[in-house]
């Protein structure tokens, strides 16, 4: 009996143990699924939070990349303001300039304003603007420089007339490249660009065009521009080349001051001798340049099929000049710079040539 009692005592407490921990095991579930619950409403919160974030972010992008775009036709706008001032101050005071040093300085400012020597390759400055650029500066050049030779006549190195003055300055500058657009294309395969390689790349189309491998279609924005005064063209060539090709002479004999008096009244009739010793450097080196220019622009104007016209005073100086004395220096370099002035000057002297 008083085992049957305990028996039934221990029966007892075990239903209510076995309740008490299937009432736990129901509150922990419950605890559970509340808390999957509460979670499940923070993960849609967070979601709807970052939703929002991301639309704010989207907003803020677009905001950037409309100031962007703002800010990058602000730049345009006012870079082709202020170097179409620039362009027009150089030009008046070019006209103000008696001395030609003076008028060269201002031409090669004049050809720097241009905006094609100023473009980036940032903002709306991709490659086609950059053509933009050039056929616009082609246009207004071509024009301008009408003012100072309206027609297509040949113009002397030695002119007194300050228009023509003026026009000789600008064809002696046409190879100039602003400092912005050589260190910018420095690291770059672009090719620098400058009025000259304009002109040269029309001419050489045009020859294209002739020979029936270019339509007028596909001619370059700037080359179209350019070749609708093509007689002009040459006329820039031939003034250029012979206007180079007197200060060479001036250089080269030694008679920088007062030359082109000289030259007028054939004081430089007589034999004259190239004597690098009396150069530095420096000075031997632009020789280079000068003779170098003179060629690169008489094969220009060969390519295109046209003659090489040259002032009579002048060419009759070139070929008065005696071979180079003897250099005094010792450095290989000079020597070699030295070896190919007096090359490339015998190459002028015998080129076929017209003379004016």
């Known amino acids: 009996m008083?085992?049957?009692?305990?028996?039934?005592?221990?029966?007892?407490?075990?239903?209510?143990?076995?309740?008490?921990?299937?009432?736990?095991?129901?509150?922990n579930l419950d605890d559970m699924h509340k808390a999957t619950v509460e979670m499940s409403d923070t993960t849609k919160d967070m979601s709807e939070t970052t939703k929002r974030m991301e639309e704010k972010t989207s907003d803020l992008d677009k905001k950037s990349e409309a100031l962007d775009s703002k800010t990058?036709?602000?730049?345009?706008?006012?870079?082709?303001?202020?170097?179409?001032?620039?362009?027009?101050?150089?030009?008046?005071?070019m006209t103000e300039a008696k001395e030609m040093p003076k008028k060269l300085a201002l031409g090669v400012k004049y050809y720097w304003a241009f905006e094609f020597q100023l473009w980036s390759m940032q903002g709306l400055d991709?490659?086609?603007?950059?053509?933009?650029?050039?056929?616009?500066?082609?246009?207004?050049f071509i024009r301008e420089i009408h003012e100072y030779a309206p027609n297509e006549d040949f113009i002397s190195p030695t002119t007194d007339d300050n228009k023509e003055k003026n026009f000789l300055a600008l064809v002696t500058t046409l190879h100039e490249v602003n400092d912005k657009q050589k260190n910018r294309l420095?690291?770059?395969?672009?090719?620098?660009?400058?009025?000259?390689?304009?002109?040269?790349?029309?001419?050489?189309?045009?020859?294209?065009?002739?020979?029936?491998?270019?339509?007028?279609e596909q001619l370059s924005h700037s080359s179209y521009d350019l070749l609708g005064f093509e007689q002009k063209l040459i006329q820039i060539l031939q003034a250029r080349h012979n206007f180079i090709l007197t200060?060479?002479?001036?250089?080269?004999?030694?008679?920088?001051?007062?030359?082109?008096?000289?030259i007028k009244l054939g004081l430089l009739g007589m034999k004259w001798t190239l004597d690098f010793s009396k150069y530095n450097d420096v000075e031997v080196s632009e020789m280079k340049r000068y003779v170098k220019a003179v060629l690169d622009t008489r094969a220009?104007?060969?390519?295109?099929?046209?003659?090489?016209?040259?002032?009579?005073?002048?060419m009759k100086i070139v070929k008065n000049g005696q071979v180079?004395?003897?250099?005094?220096?010792?450095?290989?370099?000079?020597?070699?710079?030295e070896t190919e002035i007096v090359n490339y000057i015998n190459q002028i002297r015998s080129a076929q040539v017209q003379l004016k």
């Not at 008083?2 to 008490?20: E, F, P, Q, T």
């Not at 390689?197 to 029936?212: C, H, M, P, W, Y």
Request: proline share 1%; glycine share 2%.
């Open 186 to 216: 420095d690291k770059t395969t672009i090719p620098q660009m400058s009025m000259l390689s304009l002109i040269e790349r029309a001419l050489k189309e045009k020859t294209l065009l002739d020979q029936g491998k270019l339509t007028v």
């Open 300 to 314: 220009i104007l060969t390519r295109a099929g046209h003659d090489i016209v040259v002032d009579e005073t002048i």
């Open 247 to 262: 200060m060479l002479v001036a250089k080269a004999s030694n008679v920088d001051k007062d030359w082109k008096n000289k």
């Open 72 to 93: 990058a036709e602000l730049y345009d706008a006012l870079r082709q303001g202020n170097a179409a001032i620039l362009r027009k101050e150089f030009l008046e005071q």
């Open 324 to 337: 180079a004395k003897s250099t005094k220096s010792a450095n290989p370099a000079r020597q070699a710079t």
């Open 126 to 140: 991709n490659d086609a603007r950059r053509e933009e650029l050039a056929s616009s500066a082609a246009r207004e």
């Open 2 to 27: 008083v085992w049957d009692s305990r028996l039934k005592s221990l029966m007892v407490l075990a239903c209510v143990g076995s309740l008490v921990s299937a009432c736990e095991v129901k509150k």
